[in-house]
Structures are given as structure tokens and as C-alpha cells.
């Protein structure tokens, strides 16, 4: 993670934000990639993990009462950003 802070010196307002930088290499259709061995396991785990974000997305966007951070570590590290 990248945390930024600013300040407008004509105001003397601060901002602050946040840049998540995440590799997601290997989120590709398995049948296609021919990944075997670690390569399978850990594109396996990718994919389970931009389910989980498309859950915990999906959920925001219903405002649904729960939402499902826990279900991955990807979603649980953006739980603040996402929501």
C-alpha cells in the first residue's frame, strides 16, 4: 500500500489517500492457461479472491446488511477501501 498526504497551501487543507497495489497475474481462464502444479494452485486462489470481490461489491451495491470481507484476504485488506 501507498498512503499519500497533501496539503493545499492555500488553504492549509490536508488530504490523504490510499493506493493498494495488487498482482492479480494468473487470473485467467484455466482451461486456457495450462497452468499446472503452484501455477494452478495460486490461480485457483486469484480467482476464488475476484469472486470474493465481486461478492463483497455486490453486496455493496444491494446494501445488503452483510457484507462478506472475510471471505478472502483480498476483500478483508480492502474492507476500509471498499466500503
Do not use: M, W
Request: charged residues 20%; aromatic residues 6%; glycine residues 10%.
Amino acid at each position: 500500500s501507498v498512503f499519500v498526504e497533501g496539503n493545499n497551501l492555500t488553504n492549509g487543507v490536508k488530504t490523504y489517500g490510499k493506493l493498494h497495489l495488487i498482482d492479480l497475474a494468473g487470473s485467467e481462464r484455466l482451461a486456457r492457461s495450462g497452468a499446472q502444479g503452484q501455477q494452478l494452485k495460486e490461480a485457483q486462489n486469484i480467482n476464488k479472491s475476484l469472486s470474493a470481490l465481486g461478492d463483497c461489491i455486490q453486496s455493496l451495491v444491494a446494501k445488503s446488511k452483510h457484507i462478506p470481507f472475510r471471505n478472502s484476504k483480498l476483500t478483508f485488506f480492502l474492507q476500509d477501501s471498499l466500503g
